[in-house]
């Protein structure tokens, strides 16, 4: 908590989470990740949680976490004394018509997650350790988890920063271990609740920078126009 205080990684406001719903506080991991020391202890606190776990391979998914993926790796290569590798999952994407009848090459996310780039072979037949960043709803990291055992991988366990959605074992597909560092309990209100009595009712602006303020406030003004 010290060092998510003192990167400005915890905020306070009006912002809008993944889940449409509103609150007054936000964890910007992405504070904490340009200051490398920092980052470096919080990875070895997690790596030593997984230390007698017979880990062989640390996977993240992508983009957040892939920095941790690195560090704890290097931390448990160091503490055990052999190899472990780091790796990381990212969302599939198939082709769709370009929308703008271009002739372009597009793309869209389809949201499950794989292990590709020939990453499958750290994964099979090992110990994996999943890690990430926040822990919202656990969704991220239950695809992730499902992607390693579908790749023969073993998953021991999962390691996050900070727990701010009270996600559980059952919540990431029922691993052995769950480890997160700071636990932050948040409130959160649907639109209707927010504007009954919460930071809408009192006027305080969305937080654009981060969370998903921007789009909830782009969806805002096209229902104002229809």
Known sequence: MEILRSTGAI???HFVYKSWKHGTQYINKNAVFPHPRETARL???????FQDDDI?????PAVGA???SQLIAEHLTEITGREVFSVYAEKKTIV???????????FCETGEFIIGRDYEKYVAGNNVL???DVLNTGASVRG???????SGGTVVGVGALCNRGKVTKAD????PKLVALARIDMQTLSEDDCKRFGPCSKGIPINTNVGHGREFLEQENKRSRL
């Open 130 to 132: 999943v890690v990430e």
């Open 11 to 13: 905020l306070e406001g």
């Open 56 to 60: 062989k391979t640390v996977i993240a």
């Open 144 to 150: 992730v988890v499902k992607a390693v055992r579908d």
């Open 96 to 106: 769709v018509l370009d929308p703008d009848k271009k002739g372009r090459r597009c």
């Open 172 to 175: 990431v597909g029922n691993v």
């Open 43 to 49: 990875c070895l606190e997690i790596a030593r949680w």
């Open 66 to 68: 892939v920095t941790m």
